[in-house]
């Protein structure tokens, strides 16, 4: 079993950037592709981001593909999201997730889920 935490949200102005960090637990995180999500009020959960196991494979949705950027570090069990020109349509909750097979989009066939963290870009 995975445990993640995320962290690294906050409020920026359009423009900015931000990291996002998600800790995980457990000794299995290298058997684990990653992938972030995010959730604005009133819409559906969003696929973001996804990594392969040991980080060799990365996928985007097109909306943040030149801004955003994940990356790992099993030896650290954690996973970033570095965003870069955030823009106000970025706001949402940000969640991490793990999964065995990379590159999924759909949040249900992903595994594990963290707390998620609050982004919010102003205009």
């Known amino acids: 079993q995975v445990q993640l935490v995320e962290s690294g949200g906050g409020l920026v102005q359009a423009g900015g950037s931000l990291k996002l960090s998600c800790a995980a637990s457990?000794?299995?995180?290298?058997?684990?592709?990653m992938g972030w999500f995010r959730q604005a009020p009133g819409k559906d959960r969003e696929f973001v981001a996804s990594?392969?196991?040991?980080?060799?494979?990365?996928y985007y949705v097109d909306s943040v593909k030149g801004r955003f950027t994940i990356s790992r570090d099993n030896a650290k069990t954690t996973v970033y999201l570095q965003m870069n020109s955030l823009k106000p349509e970025d706001t949402a909750v940000y969640y991490c997730?793990?999964?065995?097979?990379?590159?999924?989009?759909?949040?249900?066939?992903?595994?594990?889920w963290g707390q998620g963290t609050q982004v919010t870009v102003s205009s």
């Open positions: 997730a793990a999964d065995f097979v990379f590159g999924n989009t759909d949040p249900q066939r992903y595994d594990y």
């Open positions: 457990g000794r299995l995180f290298s058997s684990y592709a």
């Open positions: 990594i392969s196991r040991r980080g060799g494979r990365t």
